[in-house]
């Protein structure tokens, strides 16, 4: 690939590398931050890259034996302190794009909020996903029909501190009002637990498959929560009737993803 020129009026002409090295330059910083991960990295090399920002946690402590019935057979219910949770994520999807083209805004870039617990498959921690609502009905046919995991459509506005969802098919609802607040020095086990997933599992025919991602490590603020009205369900699980366990805020992360593998 020949280089790109560039005239610079005050310096003439300066010679730089190719875009798509300079990209990639970036993301060779990104995979070199890995002493936070649980486990290797992968040893292919990375296929798609997106950013997850502006993000919300919500987590609650719930049921162990209900939760475990909700999984495929083949995959373990991840405890902490013998305890497992289920969290509810609303956050922005933005620049979506394989590995060597640029992403494009009307389709890459969207709302979304899942709902997801924590599981482990030979020795690999990560999340599996009960529902993903996109806020663009194509973006959410699109990445249901190629990645396999449960997208469908939901109308999604979001403002400064506020973000609002509601999906008329599954009748799940929210309307949460907040402030962010300091960014956490230091996170606690339960945070590192419930944050640093570098797995996500889904069943497509009977099968299992894990996607493989990557980045740095989550950085959280406090977050204050001044309006949480939601209505989201679970078969023999109602968790979110009550108030959340643990609540967090983080500006978001680049991500590196793989190629699923049946596992």
């Given at each position: 690939m020949r280089p790109t020129?560039?005239?610079?009026?005050?310096?003439?002409?300066?010679?730089?590398?190719?875009?798509?090295?300079?990209?990639?330059?970036?993301?060779?910083?990104?995979?070199?931050?890995?002493?936070?991960?649980?486990?290797?990295?992968?040893?292919?090399?990375?296929?798609?890259?997106?950013?997850?920002?502006?993000?919300l946690f919500f987590h609650w402590a719930v049921d162990a034996e209900l939760l475990r019935a909700l999984l495929p057979k083949k995959l373990e219910l991840d405890l902490f302190d013998g305890k497992a949770y289920v969290s509810l994520v609303p956050f922005s999807m933005q620049q979506i794009r394989p590995k060597y083209l640029p992403s494009f805004q009307p389709i890459s870039d969207f709302h979304e909020v899942n709902i997801r617990t924590y599981v482990k498959k030979d020795g690999k921690g990560g999340v599996y996903f009960f529902s993903l609502e996109a806020e663009?009905?194509?973006?959410?046919?699109?990445?249901?029909?190629?990645?396999?995991?449960?997208?469908?459509?939901?109308?999604?506005?979001?403002?400064?501190?506020?973000?609002?969802?509601?999906?008329?098919?599954?009748?799940?609802?929210?309307?949460?009002?907040?402030?962010?607040?300091?960014?956490?020095?230091?996170k606690t086990e339960m945070e590192k637990f419930l944050t640093e997933?570098?797995?996500?599992?889904?069943?497509?025919?009977?099968?299992?498959?894990?996607?493989?991602?990557?980045?740095?490590?989550?950085?959280?603020?406090?977050?204050?929560?001044?309006?949480?009205?939601?209505?989201?369900?679970?078969?023999?699980?109602?968790?979110?009737?009550?108030?959340?366990?643990?609540v967090h805020y983080s500006d978001g992360v680049e991500v590196l993803a793989w190629p699923k593998v049946e596992v």
């Open positions: 020129v560039l005239r610079i009026k005050e310096f003439g002409y300066f010679w730089v590398s190719t875009l798509p090295h300079l990209i990639l330059g970036k993301m060779d910083h990104i995979l070199s931050q890995k002493n936070h991960r649980p486990y290797e990295l992968p040893k292919q090399s990375w296929r798609f890259y997106q950013q997850w920002n502006q993000v663009k009905g194509f973006s959410a046919y699109l990445s249901r029909n190629l990645s396999g995991m449960p997208y469908e459509k939901a109308k999604i506005e979001r403002s400064e501190g506020r973000y609002v969802s509601s999906n008329a098919f599954r009748k799940f609802f929210l309307d949460v009002e907040f402030a962010i607040q300091e960014k956490r020095a230091q997933r570098y797995a996500a599992f889904v069943e497509i025919n009977g099968k299992l498959f894990r996607y493989d991602i990557h980045h740095k490590e989550w950085e959280i603020k406090t977050v204050e929560i001044r309006k949480l009205e939601l209505d989201y369900r679970l078969p023999g699980l109602e968790f979110a009737k009550k108030q959340p366990d643990l």
